[in-house]
């Protein structure tokens, strides 16, 4: 039961840290004029990974791990398989952002200057994450409650 809920509030927690995260990171990014601004992005961003780790950790653990419902229960939920696709599309949105900000951060540590004129287009890849996400918990309530 202990680790029931400490699953389940990790998860939420996940939720709160990831869209405060995220769309923290798509304002840092649209107001970057200079590499003064990179530390906001990269703080905002660091956040948006430490909940990915949360959300995807305790959501297999709790789908297959036998502490909730079952795996069963959630493989033959279509609410479940529904979540999971958007979980693909926010994936998706976000490899551009990984990928350049892992880059950002390489030229950083070299002394190097990165190259911020992408900086836009990762704002809307950042934004565009976040109605995908809150439909992602209309998804999760309902797949709970086995509608
Ligand atoms: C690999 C990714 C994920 C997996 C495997 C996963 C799996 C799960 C599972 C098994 C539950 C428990 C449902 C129950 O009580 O029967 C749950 C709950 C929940 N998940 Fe996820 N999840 C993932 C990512 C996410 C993300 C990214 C979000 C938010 C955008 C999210 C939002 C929620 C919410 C709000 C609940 C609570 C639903 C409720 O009890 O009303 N999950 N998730």
């Known amino acids: 039961m202990g680790l029931r ?10 939720l709160a840290i990831g869209i405060a995260a995220v769309y923290a990171r798509g304002r840092a990014l649209r107001r970057v004029t200079g590499q003064q601004d990179l530390p906001n992005v990269l703080h905002a961003d660091n956040g948006y990974g430490v909940a990915a780790v949360l959300w995807i950790a305790t959501g297999l653990w709790r789908a ?25 599309l926010v994936l998706a949105l976000e490899i551009a952002p990984m990928v350049t900000l892992i880059r950002w951060r390489v030229a950083l540590q070299r002394g190097q200057r990165p190259p911020l004129d992408r900086a836009p287009r990762l704002a ?13 918990v209309l998804m999760a309530v309902a797949m709970a409650r086995a509608w």
């Open 64 to 88: 297959f791990g036998g502490v909730e419902k079952g795996s069963a229960y959630y493989l033959e939920s279509h609410w479940f398989i529904g979540k999971m696709g958007l979980f693909v």
């Open 124 to 136: 809307v890849l950042s934004f565009a994450q976040v109605p995908v996400l809150l439909l992602m």
């Open 5 to 14: 809920i400490a699953l389940a509030t990790l998860h939420l927690v996940a």
